[in-house]
């Protein structure tokens, strides 16, 4: 039983001398080098799509985003169940006297917090998706300098 898949050949029956290895490509070295370790490839990054870290950089923004406003309203929650927000109220009150007519629970109310993370997360995703583009852009210039990150590959 062969078979045959992308340049990939592979036989079910023992190995003879003109076939090759289960598994490998043709003309390529098996997985495991004949000392026994493991074969380690040399590779460089030369050069990243723009348009591809554009998206993954708008992507990761959003989820950072829905984090901010989630973590926002726990916060919020475990704040105003704690009763801090009226404690801080009432030191507010003693420290400047009964006088005034500022209600500090008014500006940290639940959906003026709310409202100010969900800004604070659009404006963060429109800054963190630019700046993974231009960041996409300097490291494609530095790499035809410098000729990229290399990086060594273990296929254990």
């Given at each position: 039983?062969?078979?045959?898949?992308?340049?990939?050949?592979?036989?079910?029956?023992?190995?003879?001398?003109a076939?090759?290895?289960?598994?490998?490509?043709?003309g390529?070295?098996?997985?495991?080098?004949?000392?026994?370790?493991?074969?380690?490839?040399?590779?460089?990054?030369?050069?990243?799509?723009?348009?591809?870290?554009?998206?993954?950089?708008?992507?990761?923004?959003?989820?950072?985003?829905?984090?901010?406003?989630?973590?926002?309203?726990?916060?919020?929650?475990?704040?105003?169940?704690?009763?801090?927000?009226?404690?801080?109220?009432?030191?507010?009150?003693?420290?400047?006297?009964?006088?005034?007519?500022v209600?500090?629970?008014?500006y940290?109310?639940?959906?003026?917090?709310i409202?100010?993370?969900?800004?604070?997360?659009?404006?963060?995703?429109?800054?963190?998706?630019?700046?993974?583009?231009?960041?996409?852009?300097l490291?494609?210039?530095?790499?035809?300098?410098?000729?990229?990150?290399?990086?060594?590959?273990?296929?254990?």
């Open positions: 039983m062969h078979y045959s898949a992308a340049g990939v050949t592979g036989t079910a029956s023992p190995l003879t001398g076939t090759p290895a289960v598994g490998t490509a043709t390529a070295t098996p997985a495991v080098r004949p000392d026994g370790g493991p074969r380690r490839v040399r590779l460089a990054v030369s050069r990243i799509d723009p348009w591809s870290a554009m998206k993954l950089g708008f992507l990761l923004a959003v989820a950072i985003g829905i984090m901010t406003v989630v973590a926002t309203a726990v916060v919020w929650y475990v704040l105003d169940g704690m009763q801090v927000f009226f404690k801080i109220e009432e030191l507010f009150t003693q420290i400047v006297g009964t006088e005034t007519d209600d500090i629970r008014q940290v109310a639940f959906g003026r917090v409202s100010i993370a969900t800004l604070l997360g659009v404006v963060n995703v429109v800054i963190i998706t630019a700046l993974s583009t231009i960041m996409a852009f490291y494609n210039i530095v790499a035809a300098l410098v000729g990229g990150v290399h990086l060594t590959l273990t296929d254990d």
